[in-house]
C-alpha cells in the first residue's frame, strides 16, 4: 500500500496549486503528465519532456484543463496565468499555441492574475467552454470570464446583453448594475474558485463562483445571476421585500442569524466583532447530489470569521440547495447542514506571514462507506483532514500536523488503491521548514495507511512540500497506479502503488477530473 518512489522529474520552477493533469495526448494508450510550473512543462509516462508552454506570464496557480475544447480531435491544454489564459494543442508529438489564444482577462485598469479554471460544455453544443476567476478588485473590473474553444468571450446565441465577463457596470436588462435593484458586485476570486455543474431545471450548466468577500455566487451561462429561495429578502431601506440573488447577501455562521436577518427582518444587524460571519477567500466550490435524489447540491468550506480585524476561528462544511422547483429552496442549507461542521481553529498568522501560502480547503466528494451517498472530505488548515456524511455528521478526523505552524495539506484525492472496492485518500503536505513534504495514504475509515517523507526536498521561500493536489492513474499502461505530485520545491515526484490494479477512480486529481468544475467524474477507472 506504501507508494515507491519512481523518479523525480525536474522543473528548475517553482510550483503553486497546480494539481498534475494525467492524460492520453497522443492516443498510444500510455497517460503523459501536464504539469504547469511557471512554464507548463509536458513529459511522458518515462519522465522524458515532450514540450513546454510559455504563453502566460508569471505563474500557473490553477491546475490546468486538459480536454479536446473543440472537437477536432487533438487535446487542448489550458491555463491561466497574469492577465490572460492561454490553450495549447498537442498534436504530432508537438505542443503549440492553439489559434485565437491567450484570451486577455485585463479589465478596470487591472491585470489580474488567473487564480481559478474550469470548463465544462455549458450549453449543449459540443464544444466546451473554459471559465476563468480572477484577483481583480477594481470597481470597474471582472473577476470571471468565460471564452469558447476559439479564445473568445463566450456570447451564447439569442442573448441581447453582453453575457461576459463579469461583475459588470452595464445598468440595463442583463445586467450586473442594477440586478434585483440593489445590483452585483464582485471582488478577487483568490483560490481556485469556481465550479462548474447542474443546478436548476433548465438543461445548461450552471457556474458557482466565490469571492475574497463573504458572497458565494451562481451564474447562468448567459451571465446572470442565479436567484435564492423567496425565504431571503432585502433588508436593506431601498430594496426592502425584493428577492436576493444569491451573490447579493452576507452568509453567517448561524442560521438562527441568516434567519433573523434576511428573512424576519428583526433586531440589529449583525457585528462581526460578536457575530461569526462566512469568508469564502479561498474556498473551491464542489458540486454533487449528496442525498441521492438526482439533484445536485452545491458544497463549499469557507473561513469562519470574526473579530476586527478579522480572525479565522475554523472553516465550515456549507452544503446549499440549487435551483431547482423555480428556486423553492435555491441558496437554503440542505438537510443536516443548518448547523455547520466546523474544523478546529487554524494557527493564526500575523500581518505579513504569507509564506507558505495557506492550505486550500478544497472539497472532495467520495462516497466513503459504500452505502451510495457523496460524503465529503476536506484538508483542515487546523492539522486535521475531515470526513463529513452526506447527512452533516462528522465521521473522523486524522491529523497530519495538529496544532503545527505554517504546515498545511493539499486537496484530498481519492482511489482504490489495492483493489477491496473502497477508496484510499491521498494527500500531500507542506510547509515552511527544511524536509516538510510529505505523501500520505489514508484509508476510507481515516487510518493512516502509510506517510512518506519526500526524497531530496529543496529549499523554496514560498514553501516546502505537495501543495497542488498529486493525480492518480496508470501512466505506463501495465496495470497499476501512478501517483504524480507537483512540489514547491524540487518539481515533480512519480510514485507506484506496488499491488494496486486500475479500477475505481471517484476523485483521482485536483477539483475532481482534468475538467476541474469540482464535480465527481462521470466515467470511473
Known amino acids: 500500500m506504501a507508494p515507491r518512489f519512481v523518479r523525480r522529474i525536474q522543473t528548475g520552477q517553482t510550483g503553486w496549486f497546480s494539481s498534475p493533469s494525467l492524460a492520453d495526448l497522443d492516443g498510444n494508450g500510455t497517460l503523459e503528465i501536464v504539469a504547469p510550473f511557471y512554464s507548463t512543462f509536458v513529459v511522458d509516462s518515462r519522465g522524458r ?44 508529438g508537438k505542443l503549440a499555441l492553439k489559434k485565437g489564444w491567450p484570451a486577455s482577462v485585463v479589465s478596470g485598469g487591472q491585470t489580474p492574475e488567473v487564480r481559478g479554471l474550469a470548463a465544462a460544455d455549458l450549453d449543449g453544443d459540443h464544444r466546451v467552454e473554459v471559465v476563468a476567476t480572477t484577483t481583480n478588485t477594481s470597481p470597474t473590473g471582472a473577476q470571471v470570464f468565460v471564452l469558447t474553444a476559439s479564445g473568445r468571450r463566450y456570447q451564447p446565441a439569442g442573448v441581447a446583453w453582453k453575457a461576459w465577463p463579469r461583475y459588470n457596470t452595464a445598468r440595463g436588462v442583463g445586467g450586473d448594475a442594477a440586478f434585483n435593484g440593489a445590483g452585483n458586485h464582485g471582488y ?10 447542474q443546478l436548476d431545471d433548465d438543461p445548461q450548466r450552471e457556474i458557482v463562483v466565490t469571492f475574497d468577500n463573504h458572497q458565494i455566487n451562481v451564474f447562468n451561462h448567459d451571465g446572470t445571476s442565479v436567484l435564492a429561495s423567496k425565504y431571503f429578502t432585502n433588508r436593506e431601506s431601498a430594496f426592502t421585500g ?33 457575530t461569526p460571519w462566512l469568508q469564502w477567500t479561498a474556498s473551491p466550490p464542489s458540486i454533487g447530489d449528496l442525498d441521492g435524489d438526482g439533484r445536485a447540491e452545491v458544497v463549499g468550506v469557507p473561513n469562519v470569521e470574526k473579530k476586527e480585524p478579522y480572525e479565522t476561528q475554523a472553516h465550515a462544511v456549507m452544503v446549499l440547495d440549487g435551483a431547482y422547483d423555480g428556486g423553492a429552496r435555491s441558496a437554503r442549507r440542505h438537510k443536516g447542514f443548518e448547523t455547520l461542521p466546523l474544523t478546529g481553529k487554524p494557527v493564526v498568522r500575523g500581518d505579513g506571514d504569507w509564506y507558505p501560502p495557506s492550505g486550500v480547503p478544497a472539497p472532495s466528494l467520495v462516497d466513503l462507506d459504500g452505502d451510495d451517498h457523496l460524503d465529503i472530505v476536506v484538508p483542515g488548515n487546523d492539522g486535521y483532514i475531515y470526513a463529513v456524511s452526506s447527512t452533516g455528521q462528522r465521521l ?15 486537496e484530498v484525492v481519492a482511489a482504490d488503491l489495492n483493489a477491496d472496492g473502497r477508496p484510499e485518500l491521498v494527500f500531500g503536505v507542506y510547509g515552511s521548514a ?4 510529505r505523501l500520505v495514504v489514508l484509508s476510507a475509515a481515516g ?11 529543496g529549499n523554496d521561500g514560498n514553501g516546502i512540500g505537495i501543495a497542488a493536489a498529486p493525480s492518480i492513474g496508470d501512466l505506463d499502461h501495465d496495470g497499476r497506479l ?6 514547491f520545491d524540487h518539481g515533480i515526484d512519480v510514485f507506484t502503488v506496488p499491488g494496486s490494479r486500475v479500477g475505481c477512480l471517484p476523485w483521482p486529481t485536483g477539483r475532481g477530473s482534468v475538467l476541474r468544475s469540482g464535480t465527481v467524474p462521470s466515467i470511473k477507472g
Do not use: C
Open 49 to 92: 519532456r515532450l514540450g513546454t508552454g510559455t504563453a502566460t506570464k508569471s505563474r500557473v496557480y490553477a491546475p490546468s484543463v486538459v480536454t479536446d475544447l473543440d472537437g477536432d480531435g487533438a487535446v487542448d491544454i489550458v491555463v491561466g496565468g497574469e492577465g490572460a489564459v492561454a490553450a495549447y494543442t498537442y498534436r504530432g
Open 188 to 197: 478577487g476570486a483568490y483560490g481556485l474558485n469556481v465550479g462548474i455543474g
Open 242 to 274: 425584493r428577492r436576493l440573488g444569491w451573490g447579493q447577501f452576507i452568509r453567517w455562521a448561524s442560521p438562527a442569524v441568516e434567519n433573523r436577518h434576511m428573512h424576519a427582518h428583526s433586531g440589529p444587524w449583525p457585528d462581526v466583532r460578536t
Open 396 to 410: 473522523w478526523r486524522t491529523g497530519y500536523a495538529p496544532g503545527k505552524a505554517r504546515t498545511f495539506a493539499s
Open 434 to 437: 527544511p524536509g516538510s513534504g
Open 447 to 457: 487510518k493512516v495507511l502509510s506517510d512518506t517523507r519526500l526524497r531530496n526536498q
Open 482 to 487: 501512478e501517483i504524480v505530485a507537483t512540489t
